[in-house]
């Protein structure tokens, strides 16, 4: 007997075979990209150049690290906050002690971030407690201690030289500290992929429980990568500093926004488990050039706070289980009376 396919149905599995062989945080990549190169053009007659990729990319190069931190702690199933407090924090320690040698600055924000990761990390392993409350009170422990011991004020680098340096342009369009984003991203995304930790991380963030039940180390992976996070958000936090010469008082919420959107529309689950780091690195890139686009053509910024907040709430609700659901039933009675056609 020969079984017949009905057109929808060859419609719905060549779909099926494009979303499998197409990344959406690649092809949003990739809509961006043409946008930041058409938008200003149609709109205002502006013909984008090297420098203004490089501007664009300025959010890459200050936040990419501390939206890969983020995702990090999402693929166990987690969620660290306090990479707000780290990178502020961080951008405050590499100053303040790395006036005469930025490279020990930057050690030392680091390893402030290891040891703010190791202590939540091993608080909420201890006593089985969530992390979203955990790092929450860290986040507020880290913002009030830079506004205190900088007095409310922005602390200047005054190493000027070094701070040009690392965000000189390479190619003409990003930065040495984009590129030195881009690297990190890059070794996180191969350790992740090919080695026995990567495989860990994803089996502690798809099941928590049977990862438990077999004897894997679970309490000790998720210290591992709030540490990890900490030390990201921190070094991102040190570079950004030296770049703008100055650690800032105040760094608001934007780093905290463009993260969470970054690793929700880089594919990372918000019930852990699933992403990938290229996905989160796509996205932050993707996310820099929207901002650019804006810069480009001198709109006001809050405009571009409405439509990181906008692609929040659309990626939150199509991971939702609610929209998946739908959309399953619905699928599912389309290929019920495409059968019976």
Aim: proline letters at 3%.
């Amino acid at each position: 007997m020969t079984l017949s396919v009905s057109p929808a149905g060859r419609g719905d599995q060549r779909a099926a075979a494009l979303r499998g062989r197409v990344s959406p945080p690649l092809a949003f990549l990739a809509v961006t990209t043409l946008m930041f190169g058409l938008v200003p053009y149609l709109a205002s007659g502006i013909v984008v150049g090297g420098f203004d990729v490089f501007n664009g990319l300025k959010s890459f190069s200050s936040w990419g690290l501390v939206a890969l931190a983020l995702g990090l702690t999402m693929l166990i199933g987690e969620f660290d906050l306090s990479v707000l407090g780290s990178y502020g924090f961080g951008a405050l320690v590499a100053v303040k002690l790395g006036g005469h040698n930025p490279l020990v600055g930057l050690g030392c924000a680091v390893a402030m971030g290891f040891f703010v990761g190791l202590a939540q990390s091993t608080l909420m392993t201890r006593l089985k407690l969530s992390s979203v409350p955990v790092t929450l009170g860290g986040l507020l422990v880290l913002l009030g201690l830079t506004y205190r011991i900088s007095d409310g004020k922005d602390v200047p680098f005054e190493n000027i030289n070094f701070g040009l340096a690392i965000d000189s342009t390479v190619g003409g369009v990003i930065s040495v500290r984009g590129v030195i984003t881009l690297a990190v991203c890059l070794v996180v995304g191969l350790l992740l992929s090919y080695t026995a930790a990567g495989r860990l991380i994803r089996a502690v963030g798809g099941d928590r429980t049977a990862s438990e039940s077999i004897g894997l180390p679970v309490d000790r992976t998720v210290i591992s990568v709030f540490c990890v996070s900490g030390m990201f958000s921190a070094l991102a936090g040190g570079m950004s500093a030296f770049a703008l010469a100055s650690a800032q008082a105040s760094i608001g919420f934007q780093p905290l926004s463009y993260a969470v959107t970054a690793a929700l529309i880089g594919g990372v689950s918000l019930s852990g488990g699933k992403g990938s780091i290229a996905g989160i690195t796509a996205a932050a890139v993707s996310l820099s050039l929207l901002q650019g686009i804006f810069q480009v053509m001198s709109v006001q910024v809050y405009y571009s706070d409405v439509i990181l907040g906008l692609l929040l709430a659309v990626v939150a609700g199509v991971q939702g289980p609610g929209l998946r659901s739908l959309l399953a039933a619905r699928s599912a009675r389309h290929g019920t009376a495409a059968a019976t056609t």
